[in-house]
């Protein structure tokens, strides 16, 4: 077990940029959440996969974000045209599914701080 | 938005010394989970709490929970250096793990 991994862990870009941040989650767990967390504040919900289907986005997912989960294993988090309200820590975490022990938990992963010049 | 907030914001204690904190919430709840947070390991789970259990433990820790007054408390016992951390409460109020963090506790144990 190697836990949640995200790359890359640091990510500096130019307003008006776009990027793309990796998360892959522990191997059996088949939901998958995308926090952002800005300084001196707790994590906020962004979005939540239960295996490759996105059940539900918050409203900070502004149209310029986007995330899959193609095959129900890693995910991506797109940021298109950057801007520097954008720059915070992006958190993903997994957990397992129901039915299993500790299903309640989330496991997260380093994050990927991102800073938009 | 955030759900809850922790009291106090930051805390500062000598090793051995007990630390408790505290986070109110607004909102029916399914359980309440405390998180640690350090810059060398990431968020980090401590406990759940459901939201028909009043108290539980887990080694030194020690959390209860009041539902009718939306409060939960976090009590470290015999503090350590390691245990200089940020602590946030979270709640799941939707039954799929959505979790909704406080703004956190910065506790610091000095030697």
């Known amino acids: 077990d190697t836990g949640v991994s995200q790359n890359p862990r640091h990510k500096i870009t130019k307003r008006g940029q776009n990027v793309t941040f990796r998360c892959d989650p522990i191997?059996?767990?088949?939901?998958l959440y995308w926090y952002r967390q800005t300084l001196g504040q707790g994590p906020e919900f962004l979005t939540y996969?239960?295996?490759?289907?996105?059940?539900?986005k918050s409203r900070l997912l502004s149209d310029r974000f986007s995330a899959e989960r193609p095959k129900g294993s890693f995910s991506t988090l797109e940021i298109q045209r950057t801007e520097q309200g954008d720059s915070a820590m992006y958190l993903c975490?997994?957990?397992?599914?129901?039915?299993?022990?500790?299903?309640?938990?989330?496991?997260f992963g380093p994050g990927t701080r991102l800073t938009v010049l | 938005s955030q759900q809850g907030e922790e009291d106090p914001q930051a805390l500062s204690i000598q090793e051995g010394e007990n630390a408790t904190m505290n986070c109110s919430y607004k909102?029916?709840?399914?359980?309440l989970q405390w998180y640690r947070q350090n810059s060398g390991r990431g968020l980090v789970h401590l406990i759940l709490i459901r939201s028909n259990e009043r108290e539980k433990h887990s080694g030194r820790l020690r959390v209860t929970l009041d539902t009718s007054k939306k409060s939960s408390s976090l009590l470290i016992t015999a503090s350590r250096a390691a245990d200089t951390a940020s602590y946030f409460c979270a709640t799941d109020n939707t039954g799929f793990q959505k979790l909704v963090f406080g703004t956190g506790t910065r506790l610091l144990v000095s030697p």
């Open positions: 191997s059996e767990h088949n939901r």
């Open positions: 975490a997994s957990s397992p599914d129901a039915g299993l022990a500790r299903q309640n938990e989330q496991f």
């Open positions: 909102t029916s709840i399914n359980n």
């Open positions: 996969f239960q295996n490759e289907a996105q059940l539900e």
